[in-house]
């Protein structure tokens, strides 16, 4: 299958900074990219899905103001959350779509945020 | 919108038997329903999917089932080795989704040797 590289693996930064995450799809167009997040011993819960070259869409709870999303191109999507604090420490997963919808989604390997 | 249940939550099977695992969605315009599976740490990795003009798919020791009336699907895993032991996910995807992979709640299979 296609491979979506995600980084990075794992982040720890300090309460009230921002950390940006990469998603890249490389060797297939993205035409919608997903991000999800992941507690431990719980589901992935979609927090926005993205098409390139317009605005996110954010399902609903997840603050766009600290989640911030852009899918500038057809091979990346960034996920930058600002401010972060420590209840922001999770498992955030990507994935990429090649069309939309009916299609197969290809995940990223997640990364680890810890925030302390 | 689209909700998808999934059981068992844990699941325990002897190596060599075979594991069922079973969802309910909600959506009767989705057509679309992947497996994933999910090591300690990483994202999830397709296994198999089935879309909605079939009944049942398989690939080797791994086989899915689709009952549209019911709105159910199955994954079936025979003669389970230890490697399979891991987070299994069921998943759907259709119109009124608008294109989202909504995910069941998990289920942690386990192979005893």
């Known amino acids: 299958g296609a491979v979506v590289s995600q980084h990075p693996s794992r982040v720890i930064c300090k309460s009230g900074t921002s950390v940006k995450i990469e998603c890249r799809s490389l060797d297939f167009q993205a035409t919608t990219m997903f991000w999800y997040r992941q507690f431990p011993k719980q589901s992935l819960m979609l927090m926005a899905t993205?098409?390139?070259?317009?605005?996110?869409?954010?399902e609903q709870g997840v603050e766009k103001d600290k989640f911030l999303i852009n899918h500038a191109s057809l091979t990346l999507s960034t996920l930058t959350v600002t401010s972060a604090h420590p209840e922001d420490s999770s498992f955030y997963i990507c994935?990429?779509?090649?069309?939309?919808?009916?299609?197969?989604?290809?995940f990223g390997q997640g990364t680890r945020l810890t925030v302390v | 919108g689209e909700n998808v249940e999934q059981h068992p939550s844990t699941l325990s099977v002897q190596e060599g038997d075979s594991a069922v695992i079973k969802c309910t969605y909600s959506d009767s315009a989705s057509n679309y329903f992947p497996w994933y599976k999910q090591e300690l740490g990483k994202g999830p990795q397709l296994i198999i999917d089935?879309?909605?003009?079939?009944g049942e798919k398989k690939d080797q020791r791994i086989a899915v089932t689709l009952n549209k009336t019911a709105k159910h699907f199955s994954l079936h895993i025979t003669e389970t080795q230890p490697e399979d032991s891991a987070v299994y996910f069921c998943?759907?995807?259709?119109?009124?989704?608008?294109?989202?992979?909504?995910f069941g709640s998990g289920t942690r299979l386990s192979i005893r040797p």
């Open positions: 998943a759907a995807l259709g119109y009124s989704s608008a294109s989202k992979i909504i």
């Open positions: 993205s098409n390139e070259g317009s605005k996110a869409t954010y």
């Open positions: 089935i879309r909605s003009n079939v």
């Open positions: 994935s990429a779509m090649e069309g939309r919808g009916y299609t197969e989604a290809f």
